[in-house]
């Protein structure tokens, strides 16, 4: 009952209670387990929902396990509520460089934090309804809260029950990877886990980690008005992508007035009156920062600790989590691994697509590889940078010989017209064909436009018939057909040279 002196949830506080009556709601009830599932999946994140889901359709007896919340990162504390906030964070960039635009700057243009963050929970509040307990339950979906360990080779403990299994679905996840920089844990920090909780925006904030995780939020908080340093331990931010896209993205951070140190190292922090103070490295050179927050973006780790994996006979390392092959299956016949518990690239996406193939490999006997998926990915900085296939130095370094199509987008009417210039769509090609090997495009909305060549590279069309492929005028996608047509000229070109004259003769109308 209401103590009279209660006072009334505020906003916020109504959207989370929303949410977790969706992803964990306080009367809920574990059901009497079956006899035994057909398919048990362990962890309710975007792996774990897709398979149960997945399973539960073909009418198979399936339980869910999750310790936490439903929806798992995608939904609580990762890629849903950080692009809210990117959001607008854009908004506000577009405002303050209004000008550019042909607009006007406003005169008072004054970050409201709070409602930042009740925007992101308002959506991730109205998202959370699809992965609720309510609709899994529905679907004919055990849900289980707790957490999950196994037992035996076919058998896991749940809070106090026994789930048996013909199949089991390891769906786990992954959590951040806190570095041992002394005085880190006494100053405390923010990770994903609880920075989505804040409702103050810090007056000053330390990014530790340049992967895409720190430059998405680097970014974000420094347009949403917070002094903002990030530090890289590498020359570049997101090594894994291109010299030349991550190049630009640090060329856009400084316009930004992001505090952009690479090369550099976090040696210790301490806490002094006015904040908490970073001692840094870069090369030979000491300097310090002050600020009132940090943000660590240095990396995730496979979520294994609790699973007692060896009860089970399922070998996991370090490094790559549980150890998986081709087929998803682990060292346990009965249990397969999907999303970021077994995958280098941890993505939404991989999460979904490994975890539709696990459950059909291990319900239907497919015969699906993970190593035939096509994944492309995308860091939401702005521009965005996406990237699909093969990256030049794989091929070099596997002997491939490559050819490359660059558009710079400072040629495309659309990117023109949006002052949206920063940025190219390269395709390569393996070297006299068109077969598509990989691609990077940088541009502001380039998560889009890399569906495009997601699309041809997984029905195996090549880069000449997308010259072919009418786009609307003006976008910026065109730049893929500009790329297509550089590509089929140069094939054409070629083919002429090979002709006996006679027959070029001809082809010229001469
Ligand atoms: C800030 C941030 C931004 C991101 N942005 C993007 C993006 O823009 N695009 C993109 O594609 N990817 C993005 N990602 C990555 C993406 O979120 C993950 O790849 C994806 O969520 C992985 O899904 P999963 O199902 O494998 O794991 P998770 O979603 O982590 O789910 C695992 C679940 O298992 C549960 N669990 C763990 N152990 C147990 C146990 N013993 N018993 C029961 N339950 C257990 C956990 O509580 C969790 O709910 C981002 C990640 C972060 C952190």
């Known amino acids: 009952m209401a103590h009279p002196n209660d006072s009334p949830p505020s906003a916020d506080e109504h959207l989370e209670r929303q949410r977790m009556r969706s992803v964990r709601p306080a009367d809920w009830r574990n059901p009497e387990p079956a006899q035994r599932y057909a398919l048990v999946v362990i962890g309710a994140g975007t792996a774990g929902l897709t398979a149960a889901r997945m399973a539960a359709s073909l009418g198979v007896r399936v339980a869910l396990v999750e310790r936490d919340l439903l929806g798992g990162t995608t939904l609580n504390i990762g890629p849903l509520p950080s692009k809210a906030i990117i959001r607008t964070s854009r908004t506000y960039a577009e405002m303050f460089h209004a000008d550019r635009y042909g607009g006007c700057v406003p005169g008072d243009i004054r970050v409201d934090f709070p409602r930042v963050m009740r925007r992101m929970r308002d959506i991730r509040a109205r998202l959370s309804r699809a992965d609720s307990a309510q609709s899994l339950a529905a679907a004919g979906v055990d849900v289980f809260f707790g957490e999950a360990s196994f037992t035996g080779t076919d058998t896991l403990e749940v809070d106090g029950a026994t789930l048996r299994f013909r199949k089991a679905l390891i769906a786990t996840g992954a959590r951040p990877i806190v570095p041992e920089i002394p005085g880190l844990a006494e100053a405390g920090y923010l990770t994903n886990e609880n920075a989505f909780e804040l409702n103050e925006a810090p007056r000053r904030l330390l990014v530790i980690g340049g992967g895409p995780l720190g430059c998405e939020m680097a970014q974000a908080f420094c347009r949403l008005g917070v002094q903002t340093s990030i530090v890289q331990s590498w020359p570049l931010f997101l090594p894994r992508e291109e010299r030349d896209a991550a190049q630009i993205l640090s060329d856009a951070f400084a316009r930004d007035g992001l505090g952009v140190r690479l090369n550099t190292r976090v040696l210790s922090i301490h806490v002094e009156a006015g904040g908490k103070t970073a001692e840094l490295i870069t090369d030979d050179y000491r300097s310090s920062v002050t600020v009132d927050a940090i943000l660590l973006g240095t990396g995730r780790k496979a979520s294994v600790d609790s699973l007692d994996l060896g009860a089970a006979g399922v070998a996991h390392d370090h490094e790559h989590g549980v150890i998986v092959d081709d ?61 699909v296939g093969m990256y030049v130095r794989e091929a070099r370094a596997r002997g491939i010989s490559m050819q490359t199509f660059t558009v710079p987008l400072h040629t495309v009417h659309r990117a023109i017209a949006d002052d949206e210039q920063t940025g190219f769509v390269k395709i390569d090609v393996m070297n006299h064909t068109d077969r598509i090997l990989g691609a990077t495009i940088v541009a502001h909305h380039a998560g889009e436009m890399i569906s495009e060549i997601t699309l041809a590279m997984t029905s195996g069309i090549g880069l000449r018939r997308l010259a072919r492929v009418i786009h609307p005028y003006p976008t910026q996608a065109a730049a893929i057909r500009l790329a297509a047509d550089a590509c089929a000229r140069t094939l054409a070109a070629r083919r002429r040279r090979w002709m006996p004259g006679w027959l070029r003769r001809l082809a010229r109308g001469a």
Do not use: Q
């Not at 346990?332 to 459950?359: H, Q, W």
């Open 327 to 387: 087929f998803l299956r682990t060292s346990n016949p009965r249990i397969y691994a999907a999303g970021d518990v077994c995958l280098s690239y941890k993505f939404t996406d991989t999460a979904e697509a490994s975890a539709r193939m696990a459950a059909r490999n291990a319900l239907l006997r497919g015969r699906g590889r993970l190593s035939r998926l096509v994944i492309p990915w995308c860091t939401y900085t702005d521009p965005e940078i996406a990237h």
